[in-house]
């Protein structure tokens, strides 16, 4: 009990830190915490990958989805800072612009310390970090990096890149990859994250009326051409790494897109990259 409550007052301090007014201080700190464990990865992911590829690329997944999901709690901070700041200034209500709705909608899943209200608006601490909805961003990519490792192989024994037509078989995997396995990706992801939040078959239901589409249109914008540079140029073994890279701020995206209210989110046509 004695340990729990002093956890609490650590992750209230933490929280109610901003690092010169812009950063809040409790989310750079699990950036940094992400950003090291990377770097420990990248130093020995040759090595680690020669033993145990799966496991190697399942944690690297989870991390990189981890950090994704950082950032886009970041974004929402310091946005939803800046707005209420601005309102208060100009007395205007909130933009219906892309990243203000999700502001929105995230003040309303993870509302600002009940104990800040004795404070300026303007000077109230961001709002506490999701840790468990962190947890499930990286879980989704630790659980779906051995299917991915089976559709690449697939992938590449199928559409072998041999001198003269590798171009052309690149364009292939790109095809079978965004026509067949994005589509039923963006499915699990969003079933996923419903379930894992409490949600049950209504729910999942009403996820997929609101947000699939959107956010399977924005996958077209994005991943054709990631992908293409990817089966092209990058040697396989590096192929899900690059591919979880460059999803940063897909998975940034995908996140903020899931954590929006369904009444809006089918608002949502552009996306964040």
Known sequence: ???NDTRKRVLRQLNSRWIKGRIPLLHAIVFLIQITMVSI???KFNGYYASR????TMITNAVLGGIADTVAQTLTAVRMRRERRNSLAAGDAPRDDFFSIEIQELDKKVPWPENDWTSPASKRGPPPFDFERTV???AYPFIMTPLQHKWFAFLSKTFPLVAGHATVAAMKRVAFDQ???APVGLA???TFMTVAEGGGKRAVIRKFQDVYIPALKANFLVWPLVQALNFRIVPIQFQIPFVSTIGIAWTAYLSLTNSADPE???QLEVPIV
Do not use: G, Q
């Open 1 to 3: 009990m004695v340990v």
């Open 41 to 43: 990865l990248v130093r």
């Open 53 to 56: 590829p799966v496991l190697t």
């Open 136 to 138: 499930r961003f990286m």
């Open 179 to 181: 026509l067949l396995f």
């Open 188 to 190: 699990c992801f969003f």
């Open 264 to 266: 809006v989110v089918s």
